[in-house]
T-cell receptor
Framework: GAGVSQTPSNKVTEKGKYVELRCDPI?????LYWYRQSLGQGPEFLIY????????DSGLPNDRFFAVRPEGSVSTLKIQRTERGDSAVYLC??????????????????FGPGTRLTVL | AQSVTQLDSQVPVFEEAPVELRCNYS??????LFWYVQYPNQGLQLLLK??????LVESINGFEAEFNKSQTSFHLRKPSVHISDTAEYFC????????????FGKGTLLTVNP
């Protein structure tokens, strides 16, 4: 079946502009994660959705970053007043189930190819 | 809070040589442990994971990793590498609660030369 898809694959914008990054998870996956990977670094957690709600947004760096998942499927990461330091690859991952703890509830995260954001 | 340290940013080896990629973690709670691989121009893929049970876990392509709780390590090994193993390898941990968000190391670039 289809994997996680992200659009656009590349986005170049100017400092101060607004951008939206889209993630289409695997059908039926209720958990969705956003990560950011800066050059030379590992991915860093941004936000976790369980269904439609943001269960953990502790990784969002500041209030310029916002994400939604209104119908519990597609998610959009929104960045206002972009800065050069926002340049990175933004990764989305989805997994089935979740929302409960314990070994039996663990599910693998499947990653999309990422969106490379460049802020000039 | 959790953190992951990958001690080597780059590891060059010759084909058919053994390799070890080192990973140490720090956490105030017990964690699950993972190795992810990113081949050139591809997305992140799960290579192997430790959730519970035997501390030695294996992947389908010959990699293995051993969880050492006393040393808080999860080193990745392969006895004989191939050119096709050239990739970036990331060690990661997650908590055992309902939120399985991953904390990654900075990655190790494994380059296998002929």
């Amino acid at each position: 079946g289809a994997g996680v898809s992200q659009t656009p694959s590349n986005k170049v914008t100017e400092k101060g502009k607004y951008v939206e990054l889209r993630c289409d998870p695997i059908s039926g996956h209720t958990a969705l994660y956003w990560y950011r990977q800066s050059l030379g670094q590992g991915p860093e957690f941004l936000i976790y959705f369980q269904g439609t709600g943001a269960a953990d947004d502790s990784g969002l760096p500041n209030d310029r970053f916002f994400a939604v998942r209104p119908e519990g499927s597609v998610s959009t990461l929104k960045i206002q007043r972009t800065e050069r330091g926002d340049s990175a690859v933004y990764l989305c991952a989805s997994s089935p189930g979740g929302g409960t703890s314990g070994l039996s509830s663990y599910n693998e995260q499947f990653f999309g190819p990422g969106t490379r954001l460049t802020v000039l | 809070a959790q953190s992951v340290t990958q001690l080597d940013s780059q590891v060059p080896v010759f084909e058919e040589a053994p390799v070890e990629l080192r990973c140490n973690y720090s956490s105030s709670v017990s964690v699950y442990l993972f190795w992810y691989v990113q081949y050139p121009n591809q997305g992140l893929q799960l290579l192997l994971k430790y959730l519970s049970g035997s501390t030695l876990v294996e992947s389908i392509n010959g990699f293995e990793a051993e969880f050492n709780k006393s040393q808080t390590s999860f080193h990745l090994r392969k006895p004989s590498v191939h050119i096709s193993d050239t990739a970036e390898y990331f060690c990661a941990v997650s908590g055992k609660g309902s939120n399985y968000k991953l904390t990654f190391g900075k990655g190790t670039l494994l380059t296998v030369n002929p």
